[in-house]
């Protein structure tokens, strides 16, 4: 197994801050709807640079590649299903080359995204199948200088058994997080609290695990509250959504203003998050803005409650998750 640059950094630095949106930040560099971020490394590979560019500039402790949809499930709907090694390959050197140039330690996090199937029974895909196409994407994503495979915006606790058991395989370190968008769960029904058994009984443990994405950054603190509480002693990510989506014309626009999303990180140190950083609509403007939030507020204050987060944030959006760190039952609130 690779040694684990995770650890060794929080040492260091105590919080990390992971990097922001990869999809739309790319449609605002001249991405078009429909077409594959990853088939960039081959026509636009300095697109890509300029990205993580962008986010070591605003102060990222981790990059993650341009590689979520590099399984060969979903690279099949644009037809390059037989290139998934040397795509993951390319998403790895680009992110390397500039973080190798960035004066300080930028950790390279080769991203995982699910693989569009559902598992059997409720689908046609085998483990053993998802096992093996995780594994040929995680192997491009070493032989490309990635140091850690990050698992995310995952539904399902058997694809992301898979996953971590394919970088297990492939001998790198692992974190994975879930996209608790459904009623305070994910899709297929996995709780926050329970994120953290997930991995249980596979030959190497989660190097940190956590949420990403959702519906907006209340509902994503409120998730961590409930993830620190079941096992305080953890490392875990939180990588919110910048707001919430709103349509002006035909145009998504994130709610987030980069004051929000400091506050966003202020909160999510005082809950317990050793990884922070942003989801969709996360602009470079914003992240730099969170970098400053993070230097200001090395030490954590007193621990949010939800009516905290909602005075300081908004409303949750979702139907709270499970229950209060208190171990009484949340007021249910709609968005």
């Not at 930040?25 to 001249?30: K, P, R, V």
């Not at 990403?212 to 079941?230: E, Q, R």
């Not at 400091?262 to 950083?277: E, Q």
């Amino acid at each position: 197994m690779t040694a684990n640059p995770i650890d060794a950094l929080l040492a260091e630095k105590g919080v990390l801050l992971a990097d922001g949106a990869t999809g739309t930040n790319l449609f605002a560099m001249g991405l078009e709807a429909g077409e594959a971020p990853e088939l960039l490394l081959e026509t636009a590979p300095e697109t890509i640079a300029q990205l993580h560019q962008r986010f070591v500039d605003a102060g990222a402790d981790i990059i993650l590649t341009n590689s979520f949809g590099g399984t060969r499930h979903r690279l099949k709907l644009h037809h390059a299903q037989n290139r998934v090694f040397e795509l993951n390959k390319k998403a790895a050197e680009v992110a390397r080359s500039v973080a190798d140039n960035a004066g300080r330690k930028v950790i390279v996090a080769g991203s995982v995204g699910p693989t569009g199937e559902l598992l059997i029974p409720l689908g046609a895909l085998s483990y053993e199948d998802a096992v093996a196409a995780f594994v040929e994407q995680i192997e491009g994503l070493k032989a490309g200088g990635a140091e850690v495979a990050w698992i995310e915006t995952m539904s399902a606790p058997e694809e992301i058994r898979a996953a971590a058991e394919a970088a297990i395989k492939v001998g790198l370190p692992y974190t994975y997080t879930g996209s608790f968008d459904t009623a305070g769960r994910t899709m297929m029904g996995l709780l926050p609290k329970d994120i953290h058994g997930v991995a249980e009984g596979l030959a190497e443990a989660p190097v940190a695990v956590g949420a990403n994405c959702g519906v907006g950054a209340s509902d994503i603190l409120a998730s961590l509250l409930d993830m620190t509480a079941a096992k305080s002693d953890a490392t875990v990510i939180v990588k919110g959504n910048c707001g919430i989506p709103e349509f002006r014309g035909t145009e998504i626009h994130y709610s987030g203003t980069p004051e929000l999303m400091s506050d966003y990180v202020r909160l999510a140190v005082d809950a317990g998050a050793k990884i922070i950083g942003g989801c969709c609509g996360t602009s470079f403007l914003h992240l730099a803005a969170m970098r400053q939030a993070l230097d200001g507020h090395k030490q954590p204050k007193a621990r949010p409650t939800i009516e905290t987060i909602v005075e300081r944030i908004g409303p949750l959006r979702n139907k709270a998750a499970s229950e209060t760190t208190s171990g009484e039952p949340r007021r249910r609130r709609r968005g």
